[in-house]
């Protein structure tokens, strides 16, 4: 358990654990089930980070500053998923172009204005929510992120024939990685909200499948790019749905 879970940690974010911590492709992907859990940790560091700011700027400088913060803690791992996902969308008129497109390495308006878009919308409705829910957004967020991309891993097979990063995931991901991460971030979400926190599980659980089959059905599965632009959409999502429950 404590391997993987740092495994998880030391993938998903800059923290470096150890050099020397064996990750092959199997024991990369039996991580998955600690990724919620890397997703918190995420989220008290976001909160932390949010107190001190709020003691010494004012509120929206320091929800602009936990943004910031989540960009740098997560290596912009997930915003160059998105990145590519949408340059491929943009771009590519069937599977092959829009798999080669999102393979390429730079990236084209649809993609800036996309990751605009994104942080636009994760820094105001940060800023919207309520102060003392702040928070509890603030854990919950990339708590539910992480938990789609483990979704997508074991739901759906991998789009490409050639090799990749997710294809480890795809490939050896299963049911014991999403029943744990899917009770892990249950206990999370619905412990912070309670009856509230039951209806965004549903509802991210619920929109993260459609983002999965309507992938299926266009390139016939998912890529590492598209898990990271779906942890992108989930988190603002669940920053939207808080606004709406709660302002």
Partial sequence: MI????????????IRVSRNLEMTEKQLAGSMAWFPLVGLVVGLILAGVRYVTDMVLPSAVADVMVII???????????????????????????????????????????????????????????????????RALLVMPVVGRWSTVQLASCFRYARSEPGVAQAFTQFVGKKELVVSSLITAAIVIGLFLWHGVLIVAIIGGFTM?????????????????????CELVEVLTLLLLCALFV
């Avoid at 391997?3 to 800059?14: K, S, V, Y």
């Avoid at 340059?87 to 084209?108: T, V, Y």
């Fill in 3 to 14: 391997r993987g879970f740092l495994r998880a940690l030391q993938f998903l974010t800059i």
């Fill in 210 to 230: 459609l983002v999965g089959l309507f992938f299926k059905r266009r390139i016939g599965g998912v890529t590492g790019d598209i898990m990271g632009a779906a």
């Fill in 69 to 135: 913060t989540l960009v740098v803690v997560a290596g912009c791992l997930h915003l160059d998923g998105l990145a590519d996902t949408v340059d491929g969308l943009a771009g590519g008129k069937d599977r092959e172009k829009i798999l080669a497109i999102m393979r390429d390495s730079q990236i084209g308006s649809f993609a800036v204005v996309a990751l605009i878009l994104a942080l636009l919308l994760k820094v105001v409705a940060l800023i919207e929510v309520p102060a003392h829910m702040k928070y």
